[in-house]
């Protein structure tokens, strides 16, 4: 779902677009825009974690042989998902970099059907080191949804609580003498 106006950026993928906003139809062209989440239950990826991986490729050179990094995105696509088989991963590529003069450094944002640890995701992803020669090193761990209106639902009279791999909306209390916060509530 998308917010309901563009921003003025126009682009023809979502790598053409900053951050977390996505390249959408509209009306006089592809724009850039802020994703809208959905209600968690019919949401299946729920669970998010960053990815950093660090590739022995020389940024420069990979920019001249791959310019808008499509393979590059590729390879990371599917090292990573291959990985996580047999679940149903998202990966999206925020941003590449040049790491040191001879590597380049890729955030990936990660999505899972299901709550996993970040112990285990990175214990599962750092076995793509031992496999394929040209990654050095994954690094795992927890995005914190509730800087992201497009990663949490909670509503604005809900304050938004990082968990590890998710969050909880938790209704606002006007005194801790009414009581502990319910969770999962809905506020009114």
Known sequence: MVGPTPSTSLCGLDTDCPGLQKCCPWSGGHHCVAPMPQAPERNLVS???????????????LKQVD????DHM?????LVTSALQPLDSAVHHLHS???????????LLLGLPQLLPVANVSAVLADITKRVYEVVNVKVQDVNECFYDTLNTCSGRELCVN???SY?????????ALGPQRLNRLCE
């Open 47 to 61: 669970f998010w974690y960053n990815v950093t991986m660090l590739v022995k490729m020389d940024f420069q050179e």
């Open 67 to 70: 310019p808008r990094l499509l």
């Open 74 to 78: 590729r390879l990371l696509y599917s």
């Open 97 to 107: 970099t040049m790491g040191d003069t001879s590597t380049t450094v890729s955030q």
């Open 163 to 165: 968990t590890e791999g």
């Open 168 to 176: 909880q909306c938790v209704c606002h209390q006007p005194s801790q």
